[in-house]
């Protein structure tokens, strides 16, 4: 897969490639990660790529030559890519997209700055994404969160292709609760069931907390799906267990 992010700090950019699963990724081709700075195409000799807006109002607005310019080289550089802007306007980022997105040969991400885009150069950009309601300074951290989402979903980035299987969303639940040793630890043990070696009670055990930990924290999600008469049953289970223990 290749990805090519237009940006005004590139240097902040490939920080993401340097570490953890997406430097593994980079280092045995899974991924070709590259930046491509947005001043390289500014129209004026002091590299500026913003001015005032139209109509008057604070703040800056990118100009559409420059972006447009960074756009055309991208895709000449890496071929046929999805251009995907990063803006607080855009849908949010989910899991969900992640796994679209990791399907294709090639991504343009781009970054924007200041009060954002030049609306004219919206026929160039075929997607936009967002990582909440909220405003951060640009794209670039929405960049490389998209970046680290998409490419630990490429066959191979992981050590155990189940991980990303378990990952929370990808089922549309949040993911369940974790161990690993010591068995006891401040006075609190890992689960009996953990411990059991029976795979098929650990399974089900783990798709209830799974069940449960959305219902607790994000039921929103649940309202999304259509439950298996099983996940029903335990996510039963897991609300009667809860008020058992709040009413002790």
């Known amino acids: 897969m290749k990805i090519e992010v237009l940006t005004l700090f590139p240097e902040f950019v490939e920080q993401v490639g340097r570490y953890g699963i997406v430097r593994r990724a980079v280092e045995t081709g899974l991924v070709a990660l590259s930046t491509r700075d947005i001043r390289d195409y500014s129209e004026n000799r002091w590299r500026r790529v913003d001015d005032r807006p139209y109509g008057g109002g604070p703040g800056m607005v990118m100009e559409p030559g420059p972006l447009a310019a ?44 200041y009060e954002g885009l030049d609306e004219r150069v919206a ?60 068995e006891e630890w401040s006075g609190r043990r890992v689960p009996d069931v953990l ?18 930990a959305t219902w607790l924290k994000r039921p929103d999600l649940l309202d999304r799906l259509e439950l298996s008469r099983e996940q029903e049953k335990l996510l039963r289970e897991f609300i009667a267990e809860q008020n058992g223990s709040n009413e002790r």
């Open 70 to 113: 960074a756009i055309e080289a991208a895709k000449a550089a890496i071929g046929p890519a999805k251009v995907v802007s990063l803006s607080p306007q855009g849908e949010p980022l989910t899991q969900a997209w992640a796994q679209r997105l990791a399907r294709e040969p090639a991504l343009i991400l781009l970054c924007g700055r």
């Open 123 to 182: 026929p160039q950009v075929d997607l936009e994404l967002s990582l909440g309601d909220f405003v951060l300074s640009g794209g670039e951290l929405a960049a490389m969160a998209a970046v680290d989402a998409v490419v630990r979903l490429l066959p191979g980035a992981l050590g155990h292709e189940q991980s990303a299987e378990s990952d929370s969303f990808s089922a549309g639940l949040l993911d369940h609760p974790h161990y690993t040793r010591p």
């Open 195 to 212: 411990l059991s070696g029976g795979h098929a009670r650990i399974a089900r055990w783990r798709l209830k907390q799974a069940l449960g």
